[in-house]
């Protein structure tokens, strides 16, 4: 096995009751590598197609990276996967914080939860052993609650405890798994399958020490990134996530009223700006991370935050803001400390309320259906209510809480066309108007519309130190962002590729190594003599199995569009006179197909899966 | 421009004696960097499809790259190309040596040759500037003296000269060009395109700078090379190529009478150790090189050899040798002099001999066709004076001066069949019986088989420091010789990839460099921020261009196949029980189409193009 690396993950039978420790060998590693790849291979593996992703046949897996835990800023996420109960397909979301560094130290690099309890438990790691534990005391406790008692009947405060909350209890469809209450495994609906398992938690505490072969490098890495904090990521250390709400607004990128308006006239409410000038009171950070990117904000009554439940990211202040119309920051807070609370998606819950919303001014939900709640766009009260509500899937919340596909579906008269949704899974807080490979991006995402496939497009259009950096990738000219061309899709598969890298790795998409120096850190690691073109090969292999995972489930090309919606222009704004052509988007859907080296209906082809190391893949698509 | 280049070519029209200087930018040289890059480029964009190759519409390309003259390893190449008058297809062939390190110091990086002299001229550039000059009384003399003379009426002994000798004037179609008297550019026919041109000789001499970003990191890698050199690379220090023959023989990998028998018993008569006890006088090498793998040799009457022509590499060796059955050391020594000074690719020489030996044992040549010559197996003396004709285009010469293929179709009879070439360039010497990814490689070469696009696969099927260096791109376990599926298919084209990478840096093929190693050579070089999937790219970028040249031409998939020789055992040896199955190579051949993004016949899709950055190649294609 590589440094960096524990050889050992663990297998979890909930259903017997059984604990196994396997070992993984060297290669393994190096070609599925951990986190994304990990999941990957092992449900292809071990997933049966056409099983219910909220039934004992489906399995949780959660899983660190070979540098988790290394002393390398940006390295403290993990990864949790299973299929999803939200699109059907792959389904796969990361958290960044403590959480995976903890699993690492406590022995194991990954976890397969499998099978389903018979009454609540939770799962106790550390020090290279496990326990399955009673958890009927703590199941219907909020996020918080629970947290505090786990620590406190195992003694020990250091605790990293991954959880779901009431909302996972209940499988809502986009429940998150949350870890020290905060940092979030948001997408795809693993906290749902998590609560499917009567799974509540799982503690992790470890001693153990993360080994690499050259620390001198990854000191001097280090050194790099604090001295050119202000350059390379000032935005990200002064603000967090959400400083460019104002600018977003005025070209058209933030999402308003359920992505149906261009303009938001009071956008600079909700931006990282007036956050750091009312409710901040400070910044947190992931696992030695000098960036800390993480804000923290406590606010009084009458919407009264908690600031143990962190603050709103820049999706969160655009889903339960912007795109349902509401400026009230506090209310924005309030509705996301709820979300962590019951262990709810802020992307999925904002997005669907917006959906309600839509529907409900448009006569497709009334007061009955709301119990009387007027939920208009921007009805910060209303918002507020109805994510209580979702998490307690009570009244409107409780359809609410599978989705806008399957709410639309059960409200009918036309409602689909208010569903913002991929596959299933609501888009999150960028425009795809704007950001054309964006949008494609979110089409072609194995687990739907998702960001962490595909973060943006900004660097591939920005000049000086974006665009060297994807120099480095031979892509050596800016590319604007309305080009739909093959180009584009070029940059967009590089781009995807180089995320889903960091999913394996584990490590942060936020700060901007360069190509090499991710080599390097990588080599520092674990030893591998490793190069730009082994990584982004890695991208390419797992981005082609989480395909081939969906394309055994069904999926065809069909799948892979965008809503209606994005068809046409905003109903004003900056994007008032401009939209996605669904010619182009076809032909680019086409063009992306070939480039991957799949055939025309988007299936893998033989002789790409071979040449990615995973010819075992093509026997599962027969 | 990149550091390292000049960013001006010089295009000489010898039709119009006119000669301009040209600028090119960053990213054209990003995009296609030198060497076998600018030949691809430039024969796209200018030389119309189905020209006569001996006629004036073909251009002559010589190109350095950016590493060339810089103070590190391994960078003395050139490298020139032309429409092959031996293939009909993408011609090109690299030399090692001082010619391109001089080429750059004169200010230029590359000559585009044009139309045609009406007398014989040669062409003097030296600092910035270029002159065609009269060479009537250059032509009919051997390479030595035409040197000789040059240096003398430009009054500078340090001028390099690239030249063709009498078998070049005399349209061989597989003379070579000569640098220095010894460093050839070998395959494909480039002497015979400057013989057509009236093209003597290119003389250059430079006093420029070739400026580096980094050359202390260029002194750090020396240093490894020099503190490494037994370990890394000690075989061609000690012994230079060949060193391996008696192992070969042992082995099945050296080609014995004209690839037909398998055991050849005096093979220690003629391998680099004998050379070395025997005729070598010392060992000379490249620019800045301290590997010196370059055998001289001396040797008396009567088969007197003149030191200044060199020594004969492995290549030459087993052609000239044990291809034709002959044992005689110092026979090989004075037929490579005499290709040396005729210009003649001593591959294609040895090869066309040996098929006139077979032809004359099997009666299809008889003395009448050879003017009394006892053409067997094992006469040395014939095989010399052969070598003369052919030069001379002299009796049997004249036809074998056409090259196995065309020869076979003048002779009838059957001759075909002992004509072991690939599109009409034979073999070089290594046995695809034994190692099926080269036979592959020799197929799909677009120049027609050649070692320089293909090298080897020993290290795929090495373990140690070459698994470890494959491992840096994903090939992470050891691939026996004879596997020809898909595993091996992959591990052919990224090894292409990375032949053609050096072909267009113009870096030796011998130094292994690891990939970051290279990576850190160009950036130190160029100041690109680069990295070995930039790197790799270019290979592969430049091969599918190649490839779309010969498209272009006619050639179809049927071209990419072995001579039916290979589908049979040899007749004795290592591989009398074992060859090729055509089987297997028809599916190996559809599944590197499919890698390398080519459609069922082999023609590049527009995707792949696209991906490439090449998307204008599309065009051409239609």
């Known amino acids: 096995m590589p440094h960096g690396c524990n050889g050992r993950i663990l297998r979890v039978d909930l259903s017997k009751e059984k604990i196994l420790t396997e070992t993984l060998d060297d290669i393994f590693y190096r070609r599925y590598v951990g986190g994304e790849g990990f999941i990957a291979y092992f449900l292809l593996k071990e997933v049966k197609p056409g099983i219910d992703p909220l039934g004992p046949s489906n399995k949780l897996i959660f899983a660190s990276g070979p540098v988790t835990g290394a002393p390398i800023p940006g390295n403290g996420r993990s990864s949790v996967g299973a299929k999803s109960p939200l699109t059907g397909g792959f389904g796969e979301a990361e958290s960044g914080g403590f959480w995976?560094?903890?699993?690492?130290?406590?022995?194991?690099?990954?976890?397969?939860?499998?099978?389903?309890?018979?009454?609540?438990?939770?799962?106790?790691?550390?020090?290279?052993?496990?326990?399955?534990?009673?958890?009927?005391?703590?199941?219907?406790?909020?996020?918080?609650?629970?947290?505090?008692?786990?620590?406190?009947?195992?003694?020990?405060?250091?605790?990293?405890?991954?959880?779901?909350?009431?909302?996972?209890?209940?499988?809502?469809?986009?429940?998150?798994i949350i870890n020290d209450l905060k940092d979030v495994a948001g997408r795809t609906g693993m906290g749902a399958v998590m609560g499917s398992k009567n799974l509540k938690a799982v503690a992790v505490r470890g001693r153990g020490?993360?080994?690499?072969?050259?620390?001198?490098?990854?000191?001097?890495?280090?050194?790099?990134?604090?001295?050119?904090?202000?350059?390379?990521?000032?935005?990200?250390?002064?603000?967090?996530?959400?400083?460019?709400?104002?600018?977003?607004?005025?070209?058209?990128?933030?999402p308003t009223r359920n992505f149906r308006d261009g303009n938001f006239s009071n956008a600079e409410a909700i931006d990282a700006e007036a956050v750091k000038n009312t409710v901040r009171i400070g910044m947190d950070g992931c696992y030695a991370c000098p960036v800390r990117?993480?804000?923290?904000?406590?606010?009084?009554?009458?919407?009264?935050?908690?600031?143990?439940?962190?603050?709103?990211?820049?999706?969160?202040l655009a889903a339960l803001g912007s795109n349902c119309g509401i400026d009230n920051l506090n209310a924005i807070c309030k509705a996301n400390e709820i979300c962590n609370r019951y262990s709810l998606d802020t992307i999925s819950t904002g997005a669907t309320i917006?959906?309600?919303?839509?529907?409900?001014?448009?006569?497709?939900?009334?007061?009955?259906?709301?119990?009387?709640?007027?939920?208009?766009?921007?009805?910060?009260?209303?918002?507020?209510?109805?994510?209580?509500?979702?998490?307690?899937?009570?009244?409107?919340?409780?359809?609410?809480?599978?989705?806008?596909?399957?709410?639309?579906?059960?409200?009918?008269?036309?409602?689909?066309?208010?569903?913002?949704?991929?596959?299933?899974?609501?888009?999150?807080?960028?425009?795809?108007?704007?950001k054309r490979a964006l949008g494609l991006g979110y089409v072609i995402s194995p687990t739907g519309a998702d960001h962490q496939h595909n973060l943006h497009d900004m660097g591939i259009t920005g000049g000086g130190r974006d665009l060297n950096r994807f120099a480095a990738l031979g892509i050596l000219e800016p590319?604007?962002?309305?080009?739909?061309?093959?180009?584009?899709?070029?940059?967009?598969?590089?781009?995807?590729?180089?995320?889903?890298?960091?999913?394996?790795?584990?490590?942060?998409?936020?700060?901007?190594?360069?190509?090499?120096?991710?080599?390097?850190?990588?080599?520092?690691?674990?030893g591998w003599n490793t190069t730009a073109w082994e990584l982004m090969k890695i991208g390419e292999r797992v981005t082609t199995m989480a395909r081939a995972f969906n394309v055994r489930e069904g999926f065809t090309k069909e799948d892979d569009w965008l809503p209606e919606r994005f068809f046409h222009p905003t109903s004003s704004g900056a994007l008032s006179e401009t939209s996605v052509d669904p010619k182009k988007l076809e032909e680019a859907r086409g063009t992306y197909y070939e480039m991957m080296g799949w055939d025309e209906n988007g299936v893998p082809k033989k002789a790409k899966l071979e040449e990615l190391g995973i010819g075992w893949v093509a026997e599962l698509l027969r």
Chains 1, 2 share one sequence.
């Open 293 to 316: 990117c993480k804000k923290v904000v406590r606010i009084g009554d009458p919407w009264s935050v908690d600031p143990v439940y962190g603050g709103p990211e820049y999706e969160t």
């Open 354 to 434: 917006a959906f309600a919303m839509e529907c409900y001014e448009n006569g497709l939900l009334t007061n009955e259906d709301t119990d009387g709640l007027k939920l208009n766009f921007g009805n910060a009260e209303a918002m507020v209510q109805m994510v209580e509500m979702i998490g307690q899937r009570r009244g409107l919340g409780d359809l609410l809480a599978e989705g806008v596909k399957r709410a639309a579906e059960k409200i009918g008269k036309n409602a689909e066309k208010f569903a913002i949704h991929i596959k299933g899974q609501e888009i999150p807080m960028h425009e795809p108007r704007l």
């Open 100 to 176: 995976g560094v903890e699993l690492k130290r406590s022995g194991f690099d990954a976890i397969i939860i499998e099978g389903k309890a018979k009454r609540p438990v939770y799962l106790w790691v550390h020090d290279r052993e496990a326990e399955i534990r009673e958890a009927s005391h703590l199941w219907g406790k909020d996020t918080g609650e629970a947290q505090r008692i786990i620590r406190e009947e195992l003694g020990d405060d250091l605790i990293r405890v991954a959880q779901i909350g009431p909302g996972g209890e209940r499988l809502v469809r986009y429940a998150c």
């Open 479 to 526: 590319i604007p962002l309305e080009d739909l061309g093959p180009r584009k899709v070029k940059a967009l598969i590089y781009h995807v590729d180089w995320c889903v890298l960091n999913n394996c790795l584990l490590l942060c998409n936020f700060i901007p190594w360069d190509y090499l120096q991710e080599t390097e850190i990588v080599r520092s690691v674990t």
């Open 209 to 254: 020490r993360v080994n690499v072969v050259d620390s001198e490098k990854l000191k001097e890495l280090t050194n790099w990134l604090i001295q050119n904090m202000n350059d390379v990521i000032g935005w990200a250390h002064n603000y967090g996530t959400g400083a460019s709400i104002a600018a977003y607004a005025m070209i058209g990128n933030l």
